[in-house]
Nanobody, 124 residues
Framework: QLQLVESGGGLVQPGGSLRLSCVVS????????MGWFRQAPGKDYELVSC????????NYADSVKGRFTISRDNAKNTVYLQMGSLKPEDTAAYYC?????????????????WGQGTQVTVSS
């Protein structure tokens, strides 16, 4: 059964850190580029970061560069998003998604499989 399950979200104060995990089952992870998207209430999905199937190429939204780091462990079927220096504007539901192929795309419609999301709230 194909599943993408995110975890690690929660409530954190501004300036704090969180590490999101996405455990994937039911597909060969090293054949898929992976992305982390977020959606704030009333807004569209926004690509936060993505990583190529091998992990060699990463991309970040300008708003998170220098604060967030994406990584993957194909042996553990897991993708991570380390988030630091969190800001209230980072508040959103965060989703991991899988895109068949090497390079990752910035377009949400390119991703075939999605998790259910994990909520991140940055507030004092």
């Amino acid at each position: 059964q194909l599943q993408l399950v995110e975890s690690g979200g929660g409530l954190v104060q501004p300036g704090g850190s969180l590490r999101l995990s996405c455990v994937v089952s039911g597909l060969t992870l090293d054949s898929y580029a992976m992305g982390w998207f977020r959606q704030a209430p009333g807004k569209d999905y926004e690509l936060v970061s993505c990583i190529s199937s091998s992990g060699d190429v990463t991309n970040y939204a300008d708003s998170v560069k220098g604060r967030f780091t994406i990584s993957r462990d194909n042996a553990k079927n897991t993708v991570y998003l380390q988030m630091g220096s969190l800001k209230p504007e980072d508040t959103a539901a965060y989703y991991c998604a899988a895109d068949y192929g090497f390079y990752c795309s910035g377009a949400s419609y390119e991703y075939e499989y999605w998790g259910q999301g994990t909520q991140v709230t940055v507030s004092s």
